[in-house]
């Protein structure tokens, strides 16, 4: 099992900045890929953004240039910085992790609120 927590939303001006964190624990040397999603009200779930072991990262087209994925292994962290927020930002942000082999996210955390005014 891997564990993960969110934290570091909040409410944020148009044009804001935020940082998002997820602390992952348990059992880590399987997973392969940790990913942040969002879902607003009313609306699907999507991707945000994805790092892999390797360090490889993908970002869906709305958000690449203002957002950016790491992670600390030292920390077991991985960060979502976010820029240039806008409105349409405004969103429950989760993050997932994935093991090698499997081709869904099984592991999930309780989400972050991030909420962005005009």
């Known amino acids: 099992q891997v564990q993960l927590v969110e934290s570091g939303g909040g409410l944020v001006q148009t044009g804001g900045s935020l940082r998002l964190s997820c602390v992952t624990s348990?059992?880590?040397?399987?997973?392969?890929?940790v990913a942040w999603f969002r879902q607003a009200p009313g609306k699907l779930r999507e991707l945000v953004a994805s790092i892999r072991r390797d360090d490889s990262t993908n970002y869906a087209d709305n958000v690449k240039g203002r957002f950016t994925i790491s992670r600390d292994t030292a920390k077991n962290t991985v960060y979502l910085q976010m820029s240039s927020l806008k409105p349409e930002d405004t969103a429950r942000y989760y993050c997932?992790?994935?093991?090698?082999?499997?081709?869904?996210?099984?592991?999930w955390g309780q989400g972050t609120q991030v909420t962005v005014s005009s």
């Open positions: 997932a992790a994935m093991d090698y082999g499997d081709s869904q996210y099984l592991y």
């Open positions: 348990g059992r880590l040397d399987n997973v392969y890929v």
